[in-house]
């Protein structure tokens, strides 16, 4: 079992792919992030499929990395007969061309003298490890199960054989080149090698292009690169939505239940992956995740659901699937999300930030996205004084959290600040302008313990949350204060785990068995709040620390052990890499250290 740090992304914004330092692609969905997977075996053992690509003798990785700039990932081995290089990635263009939706490439080359490969491909499908329909089109494999099917197609290697290793010898003047192609319900196109790469090739410049958009002189430019790409590869391109993360059941606590699906989109996480995108200059990618809300949510209207599908549908009930071991024995393995039918109040007003963001950014809302922010606001001003389950989506009674009393207040003041430039008649500024008073009043009187000096989890608990690091950036309170100030030295001191790692809440006290790793957003948010607080030289070296934490490709999962440092939980985190680009824009608009 491979840590889960040791693997890497690739993506099409439409599926996505983990692969080892080893070369074995152990997770893919298909056709898109929430379908069932056809290589499983990172959660589903062995038996649920894996396509590995790599040096037949065991070798020894000497550069992993990805192209400057792209999302085409570059493994190299060092064998007892030369160097071997394993250069991958999914075409994410394919729009108004003759190709299927996902383009997997995989090109092996040597360096030195001829190397000795091995390619083994096992795909599985879904809960019973199904295996395919296999017959050939010449020279290429072609895999089905009903309406989906798979073309698997070589330049220069042998007959594959579905489960069977497969031997084969890369020279340095030959590469040897395999594409993965796959079609639902629709008619399967292969891809020949030669022109797959050179869609991989164009791929690259698109993604050159696109980041070279990003200001030259933003502090920590390539880390924030490598997030901004991965928020990107993890937007559902038809649909504008995107994935908390690409995996399902990857474990909070290795060995533990704390296991979740988190291949949905959650309203709250991709306001601020808008907000990050916004801050860096990217319109197009807030405007498409609105326009994908703005559709998603219009059933459930003004209620906000807490996550959805892809196509913004409900999210299927939770269940285990049987007989799946788990990473690493963390069972179950989970399918559908049961927090989807909470009440969390806080999403509003991650939402309606990120509009404000967007307005603020001089790009005035669509009359028909305003007038879906004000049904939020009317709810917000209906139900804010109602306990809820909180942003951390705890499963047991619903209690009054400050966090989410703050964000109320954050909705009902950025919808007032929108309404300056949008059209909104008298009587309902004056009811979100009361109940705006009403909450800060009441959260300034009953979320703040002066026994410990600080904001607190709930009403009437001396527990602390450190979600509660959003204070000096939302305007409650003056920055500065002594209430902000005391709150952030609170969570640092008592929600520590060691270093610059927090956890989000006390652990254990969740009504789960076992306890969990440090919440890797809260570290991040700690940086943006030190930074907010004037704190500039803490926040630098806090951020630091917090870059050495990485993957070695530069990923981050949802959190991390404190004792061992090893990431836990599904991999990659759209709102880890999220909270680090907003940590590095609020370091970059702070005058420099002295």
Not at 478 to 495: H, K, N
Request: proline share 7%.
């Amino acid at each position: 079992m491979k840590p889960i740090a040791d693997y890497g992304l690739l993506g099409d914004t439409r599926t996505a792919a983990l692969v080892s330092s080893d070369g074995s692609l152990d997770w893919l969905c298909a056709p898109r992030f929430d379908g069932a997977p056809v290589f499983g075996a990172l959660v589903g053992g062995s038996d649920a499929g894996r396509f590995r690509l790599g040096p037949a003798a065991i070798s020894t990785v000497v550069e992993r990395k990805y192209r400057l700039h792209t999302a085409t990932l570059e493994t190299t081995w060092i064998t007892p007969r030369g160097k071997l290089t394993l250069t991958e990635a999914m075409v994410a263009e394919v729009a108004g061309r003759l190709l299927p939706a996902t383009v997997l490439v995989r090109r092996l080359s040597a360096e030195g003298g001829a190397v000795e490969a091995l390619v083994e491909f096992d795909p599985r499908r879904g809960e019973e490890h199904t295996q395919p329909r296999n017959r050939r089109r010449g020279q290429d494999l072609v895999c089905e199960w009903g309406a989906l099917a798979m073309s698997l197609s070589c330049d220069a290697g042998p007959a594959i054989e579905p489960g069977m290793p497969t031997p084969f010898t890369v020279t340095p003047d030959r590469p040897v080149t395999f594409v993965l192609t796959i079609a639902h319900r629709e008619p399967l196109i292969q891809v020949q090698a030669a022109t797959a790469w050179a869609l991989l090739t164009e791929d690259e410049s698109r993604w050159r292009a696109w980041t070279a958009r990003v200001d030259q002189g933003l502090p920590f430019r390539e880390e924030v690169l490598r997030s901004l790409l991965t928020l990107r590869l993890l937007t559902y391109s038809p649909s504008g939505a995107s994935v908390a993360a690409p995996t399902t059941s990857l474990p909070e606590q290795l060995g533990g239940v704390r296991n979740w699906d988190y291949r949905f989109a959650w309203p709250r996480d991709a306001s601020i992956g808008i907000a990050a995108f916004l801050g860096v200059g990217m319109v197009e990618e807030a405007r498409g995740f609105l326009w994908w809300l703005l559709h998603a949510s219009r059933v459930q209207r003004p209620r906000l659901p807490v996550l959805l599908t892809l196509d913004g549908r409900q999210a299927p009930p939770e269940r285990g699937l049987r007989n799946w071991p788990g990473y690493g024995g963390s069972v179950p393995v989970r399918v559908g999300n049961g927090a989807a039918q909470q009440h969390q109040l806080d999403g509003y007003g991650w939402v309606l930030d990120a509009a404000w963001t967007l307005v603020q950014a001089g790009h005035p809302l669509y009359s028909e996205t305003w007038r879906a922010m004000r049904g939020f606001a009317d709810l917000v001003t209906r139900r804010w004084s109602e306990p809820d389950a909180g942003i951390w989506e705890v499963r047991g009674d619903q209690v009054h959290h400050v966090h989410s009393k703050l964000m109320a207040w954050l909705a009902l003041d950025r919808a007032l600040r929108i309404a300056e430039t949008h059209r909104l008649s008298e009587r309902r500024r004056q009811r979100w302008q009361a109940a705006r008073e009403a909450i800060r009043i009441e959260v300034k009187k009953l979320g703040f313990d002066t026994g410990i000096g600080s904001y607190t989890r709930s009403y009437g608990s001396q527990e602390l949350d450190a979600a509660l690091l959003i204070l000096p950036r939302i305007g409650l309170e003056e920055r500065g204060s002594l209430r902000v100030r005391g709150t952030l030295d609170a969570i640092r001191s008592q929600l520590s785990a060691e270093g610059p790692l927090l956890y989000r809440y006390p652990p254990g006290r969740d009504g789960l068995p076992g306890t969990e790793g440090a919440f890797l957003p809260c570290s991040f948010w700690l940086v943006e709040a030190l930074a907010l607080d004037d704190r500039r030289r803490e926040a630098l070296d806090l951020f630091t620390e917090l870059l050495d934490r990485a993957s070695p490709l530069g990923l981050y999962a949802e959190e991390l052990d404190p004792t061992t440092g090893e990431h836990l939980g599904n991999y990659p985190q759209a709102l880890t890499h999220a909270a680090l680009i907003q940590a590095a824009l609020a370091l970059r608009d702070l005058p420099p250290v002295s």
